[in-house]
């Protein structure tokens, strides 16, 4: 049961870690499972206190469920860690690719004197880019210059990586 | 001097030298400059001194074009006219305003800025706007410190804003007591009388709602009653010239314009200092109080420059942020322990615990409104950093965005007036092209970012009017492709004239009512010249 319910707690903090990556909804999530967890394990109190009252010593099945869900739920806030981490990794990702999309784009000024107008042609195929890359609003340009960003949309909800061509450099605010 | 023209005996003929129509910004202003002079003028109201659902009833209409708001909700008729509900923001219009842009079909005024621009100064003052100081420099700002963009691509201008005065109650007593003008209330022009040869204006033809007519002859008569209604009388007055008056070319009506209105997107200023976007964004609670540290009271926005419309093909355009406002519940206790307890968890610190969570339960609808709103996109980790930028340019001149006389009549016998509201392509490309030049240049500049909200596909979806009607009695020197000429006088008609905004070629990047009146008191300086020593009905004003 022990095992059972350890394996529990990892799946449920990997799910809500995968499942949010650290956002800010990933928090609402935990704290909302974490308040559910307690009130799980006060019901799973009250129903050892019941059974030990009539004298039934024995412990039912009912309570070792509930107290291994409050237990698997009140360990939700382990998966914070994993998904601030998994938000870090994420933000690294789309600014090393956002990094050699520069790369490309100078590259193809020299080639044709202007940046491009739009970067339809220079981003991989649907589904294969970086998580926190939206496509509608990563590129500006006027064809002497541009602007490339995207927000984090993590914990600090609003966060903006914004890469400017004319300062040749990055910067989050 | 005050009088009810009801009581005025039917089919009087009542002499002046000059008769102005109208008594709203340009009426008023145009009368005030023959105080004390020897010319005697009739101002003719439709309206009284206070509002009146019969006579505001003479400016319903029709709308056949484009969606617009009702014709007889977006100007009053009653003695100041629309200045009666006017939000006060006073702008000059800028030398590229007045410039032929061979992107911007029909455009080009018949006179430069140059020639208006000795008027703004007076019309500042009409306008209680404090000195008329265009360039930001010239004010003495507390947190002086507009972003700078690169290149100047986006300028950063000031409008100054009127108490807003209310033209009628402003100036009333001073045209009360004036000898030489007589301002008649409750008095409707039904008709303009022309010559047999249509070259001059013989007498207008007044109308009660009660039924009594009588006339007025004047040696020059000045129809000053707003864009839809100007034309809406040339037009109605077709006994001699069957299309209406000065509309031999078919111009009259047409290229009926507004400033186009639109949220384009949010922007994130860069600076976590964001005391500089007190001169873009200032409650209206510090603005009411005198944001300033003068007495005037100015506002400053963004506007694309001369080089970069050039460069973009675009209408002028200018730009305004305004603070996205979090919920109450973003203040609220619960959702504040929610901020601090996520705060303390990533320090490593449990201090507090019990107190925030039973913060947070206490006031749990307020988080959960928090969240909702904080999922919905809107909000931040400080929601003061966020404000949604709103777009507004000129809307290109389309003669087939125009007025006409409707089938159904008003209580006058007057056809009601009938507004085919249009667009064209080069709006938008102007919504597009200038949300995108501003997003570049406010990134590009590392001043921020702007996300832009507008729908490619269709970026004018979501636009609206400002409530500026511009055009269909545009000034030109062609008769062809205009109505009234540099002086304002009607093309072939050589004593009858036109005031406001309806003579905008283009309607320019701002709000029309310093430019309107402007245009008054430069019309008023051209009467004085050319009306003395004529007999009246004459119609020889020059």
New interface residues.
């Given amino acids: 049961m022990r095992w059972a319910t350890s394996a529990a707690a990892v799946v449920v903090a990997a799910a809500l870690a995968t499942a949010f990556r650290g956002a ?2 990933q ?2 999530a935990v ?1 909302a499972l974490t308040g559910l967890g307690c009130a799980v394990g006060v019901v799973a109190w009250l129903t050892r206190a019941v059974r030990r009252r009539r004298g039934d010593g024995a412990p039912g099945r009912l309570r070792r469920f509930l107290s291994s869900a409050a237990l698997v739920l009140v360990l939700s ?1 382990l998966s ?1 860690p994993v998904g601030w981490a998994l938000h870090r990794a994420d933000v690294q990702a789309a600014r090393a690719w956002c990094d050699e999309l520069i790369g490309r784009l100078e590259e193809a000024r020299e080639r044709t004197g202007r940046y491009p107008a739009d970067v339809a042609a220079l981003l991989p195929p649907p589904g294969t880019l970086p998580r926190l890359i939206d496509s509608r ?1 990563l590129y ?3 064809g002497a ?3 490339v ?1 995207f ?1 984090e949309r993590a ?6 990586n ?1 890469y ?4 040749r ?1 990055w ?1 989050r ?1 | 001097m005050f009088v009810d023209a009801r009581e005025i005996p039917a089919q009087s003929v009542l002499d002046a030298d000059v008769c102005i129509v109208g008594a709203g910004a340009a009426g008023i202003a145009c009368a005030r400059e023959f105080l004390g002079t020897p010319h005697r003028v009739v101002v003719l109201e439709s309206g009284g001194l206070e509002f009146h659902g019969d006579t505001q009833a003479l400016y319903r209409g029709r709308l056949t074009g484009r969606p617009y708001f009702p014709l007889d909700a977006s100007r009053l008729r009653y003695f100041g006219g629309t200045t009666n509900h006017w939000a006060g923001n006073c702008r000059a219009l800028e030398p590229i305003d007045f410039e032929p842009r061979e992107w911007l079909p029909h455009s080009g005024w018949p006179i430069s800025h140059g020639d208006v621009a000795p008027y703004y100064d007076r019309a500042y003052a009409v306008c209680q706007a404090g000195p008329f100081r265009h360039q930001l420099d010239a004010w003495r700002l507390p947190n002086a410190r507009p972003l700078r963009f ?1 290149d100047d691509e986006v300028l950063t201008r000031v409008t100054q804003f009127s108490p807003p005065t209310r033209f009628g109650l402003a100036y009333r007593d001073e045209l009360q007591q004036a000898p030489n003008v007589t301002t008649y209330l409750h008095a409707n022009l039904a008709g303009i009388d022309v010559t047999a040869a249509a070259n001059a204006v013989e007498a207008v033809r007044v109308r009660c709602l009660p039924g009594n007519e009588f006339s007025v002859r004047a040696r020059a008569f000045v129809l000053a009653c707003g864009a839809l209604e100007n034309a809406r009388l040339l037009l109605a007055s077709n006994h001699v010239q069957q299309a209406g008056l000065g509309n031999g070319t078919d111009m009259v009506g047409r290229c009926f314009m507004e400033h186009l209105t639109l949220e384009a997107g949010v922007f ?5 200092d964001l005391s500089a976007m007190d001169l873009y964004e200032i409650p209206d609670r510090r603005l009411r109080a005198g944001h300033w540290e003068t007495p005037w009271r100015t506002k400053a926005y963004w506007a694309l420059s001369p080089a970069a419309q050039r ?1 973009d093909r675009v209408s002028n355009t200018t730009a305004t942020v305004s603070r996205v406002y979090a919920p109450p519940s973003y203040s609220g206790p619960g959702y504040q322990s ?1 901020r601090a307890l ?1 705060g303390a ?2 320090a490593g610190s449990f201090s507090g615990l019990s107190r925030h969570l039973r913060k ?1 339960a206490e006031d749990w609808s307020g988080v959960m409104g928090t ?1 909702h709103w ?2 919905s996109g809107l ?3 400080a929601p003061v ?2 404000y949604s930028l709103r777009l507004q340019f000129e809307q290109a001149p389309n003669p087939q965005s125009r007025v006409r006389l409707g089938a159904e009549r008003d209580a006058l016998g007057l056809p009601r007036v009938e507004l085919d509201w249009r667009l064209s392509d080069v709006d938008r490309h102007t919504a597009i092209t200038a949300a ?2 501003l ?2 240049a406010v ?4 001043l ?2 702007i ?2 909200t507008l729908d490619p596909e269709d970026p004018l979806g979501s636009m609206q009017g400002a409530w500026h009607h511009v055009g269909t009695t545009r000034m030109g020197a062609d008769p062809k492709s205009s109505v009234v000429d540099a002086n304002l006088a009607v093309h072939g008609i050589r004593n009858l004239f036109v005031a406001g905004s309806s003579v905008f070629p283009t309607a320019g990047h701002s709000v029309p009512t310093a430019t309107i009146v402007a245009l008054a008191l430069r019309l008023a300086d051209h009467l004085k010249k050319t009306v003395a020593g004529q007999p009246v009905g004459s119609g020889r004003a020059q």
Avoid: C, N, Q
Avoid at chain 2, 268 to 272: F, G, H, I, R, W
Avoid at chain 2, 443 to 446: Q, T, V
């Fill in positions: 800010y909804d928090s609402l704290a806030p914070l609003h500006l340009s006027d210059s541009f602007v960003a927000d914990t600090s909800a609003r966060a903006v914004l400017s061509s004319t300062l450099e910067r605010f | 690169l994130v200023p860069a600076d976590a460069a929610v996520m968890i990533r947070i969240m904080k999922a909000g931040g980790e950093r966020l995108r030049r997003a570049l990134g590009r500049a590392g921020g970012r996300k832009l």
